[in-house]
Structures are given as C-alpha cells and as structure tokens.
C-alpha cells in the first residue's frame, strides 16, 4: 500500500540551510506536497510539485523530486527560527482523492 | 477571508462518553476531510465528504465513528463510547472542487484535542 517516510527530527543553527527528506512507495504519485505545521495550530500548505517535474523553487523553499527512486525533499536556505516547526511530506496519487502524510519531521533552529 | 473552523479546540471527557467535534469549511469548498493526528504518527485519514456524493468512509477506525455534513457544509464527528486510545488532536480540511496543485491542496483546521480520561 502507500506508504510515506521521514526522519523524525532535524536540528539546525540559524542561518544554515535545513534539508528534510522524504521517501513515498507509489509510483503512481501525481502531486507531492510539504506541509508546515506550528504548536496548536493546522497543517498550512508550503509548496507542491508535480510529479513530472524535478524540482520547484519558491523564495527560500526548493523542493527537489527524484522520481526513480521516489524520495522528495525540501530545502530551507537560510533557516530563522521562525522556521521552528513539523513538516509533513505528502502524497497524492492519478484518480484519487486521498492523500497519504508522512510522521512529520520536527525542525529545531538553534539561535 | 475567513478560513476552516473547528470546535472545541479542547476537549476532555471520560472514557465510555460520546463526544461531538465540529468543522466549518471555508465557504463553497465542496470536499471536506476528516483526520486523526496522534503523538509521533501522521496524518491518518477517517472520512471524506465531497459535495452530495455518499462519503468515503474507508478510514473511520470502528463504528463507534461516525461522521456528517449538512447541507454540503458544516461537519460533525461523532465518537461514541470514547475510550484512551481515541485520544489525539482531530483536523479538518477542505478543498474547493478544482483547483492548483490536486486533491492533496487542503486548508486545515486549528484541529480539536480530544483527551479521554
């Protein structure tokens, strides 16, 4: 079945770039999305990608997409604390209405 | 513009109660979701709603869960008999029909924390 992965945890200095992976088992993926979410609050769409696409960028956000071996990640360039929060990888595939999350991984950005 | 709803954004009861959690979508957004985030797991899907279509209801974990929308709106979700392992935060999210970026482009909710004694 679909299946999306993550690490966990990623902690940064302030100022560094922040990369967050994700690996997804459909190889029928037609979107791939990060989502940001802060303490108490809901998911917020970061960006999207299309899966005929390799990579997308959007101000400080580039979102790379391997599709041969199915692994997405997004890269923070200049990481502020206000950055400080869960990222969620995920997926959608031709057809369907779901769309399937990852565990999130939580950014720490050390001042 | 105003954007998803969701109440109480806590809730605690104990184990055996029925609880309701209510979701407003954003005004004209045709499909609504229901989720369950619970602590260290992702986002797992209970229950979508689009338009007058029948829900999918493919994801609701047992029927002591169950979910409807009124009049192609508001939302409820309705948890019988709650017991601890019901316990996690449940979101909300809705989508207009069409739109950038697919199904997967969803406008969340703060989400309701629901704890079960």
């Known amino acids: 079945g679909e299946d999306v992965e993550q690490s966990l945890f990623l902690s940064v200095r302030e100022g560094d770039s922040s990369v967050i992976n994700c690996t997804y088992t459909d190889s029928s993926s037609t979107y791939l999305y990060w989502y940001k979410q802060e303490p108490g609050a809901g998911l917020q769409l970061l960006t999207y990608i299309f899966s005929n696409m390799d990579m997308k960028q959007d101000q400080r956000l580039t979102v790379l997409l391997n599709k041969k071996d199915k692994h997405l990640s997004l890269r923070i360039a200049d990481t502020q604390t206000g950055d400080s929060a869960i990222y969620f990888c995920?997926?959608?595939?031709?057809?369907?209405?779901?769309?399937?999350f990852g565990a999130g991984t939580r950014l720490f950005v050390k001042a | 513009g105003a954007g998803v709803s969701q109440s109480p954004s806590n809730k605690v009861t104990e184990k055996g109660k029925d609880v309701e959690l209510r979701c407003d979508p954003i005004s004209g957004h045709t499909a609504l979701y229901w989720y369950r985030q619970s602590l260290g797991q992702g986002l797992e899907f209970l229950i979508y709603f689009q338009g007058n279509s029948a829900p999918d209801k493919s994801g609701l974990p047992s029927d002591r869960f169950s979910a409807e929308r009124t009049g192609g709106s508001v939302s409820t979700l309705t948890i019988q008999r709650t017991q601890q392992e019901d316990s996690a935060v449940y979101l909300c999210?809705?989508?207009?029909?069409?739109?950038?970026?697919?199904?997967?482009?969803?406008?969340f909710g703060p989400g309701t924390r629901l704890t079960v004694l």
């Open positions: 999210a809705s989508r207009p029909i069409s739109g950038r970026g697919g199904p997967g482009t969803q406008y």
């Open positions: 995920a997926e959608t595939y031709t057809g369907g209405f779901k769309t399937i």
